[in-house]
């Protein structure tokens, strides 16, 4: 199975000015882990994850004064659609990290997370019956 059967292709994209409230509000609402950042003046494409937010407020920032530039991961490992979910994982296990912008020709067309892996490497009746259980 490759990346594009298991990304979602529904990417939240924010601007390096978001303020980190403004950002989880934003995934909350998107139910999203992560936002892809876009900042054309100097990083590029990064990352701002759910645990990037947590660690801010666990260090007593305030959320509405703290701007997603300042906690975006800026060295990111992109991975392609055509990528393999084992090599998506490995990065994944190789970086510590738990999501993967997907570029296709330098556009992020979406993000693939370890729960997405794990839900398709997971058999559905599986899932069910430990569900039930």
Known sequence: MLVRDAMSSVVLTIGPTHT???AAQLMSARRVGAAVVLDP???GIGI???R???NSLGAGQDPDRESAHAHTTTDVVFAAPSWTL???AEAM???GFRHLVVLDDL???GVVSVRDIIRCWAP???RTTALAG
Do not use: M
């Open 20 to 22: 980190l409230r403004q």
């Open 41 to 43: 003046e100097d990083c």
């Open 48 to 50: 701002l994850t759910e």
């Open 52 to 54: 990037d937010i947590l």
């Open 86 to 88: 084992q090599e998506a």
């Open 93 to 95: 296990a190789h970086g």
């Open 107 to 109: 556009e992020p067309v």
């Open 124 to 126: 559905e009746r599986r």
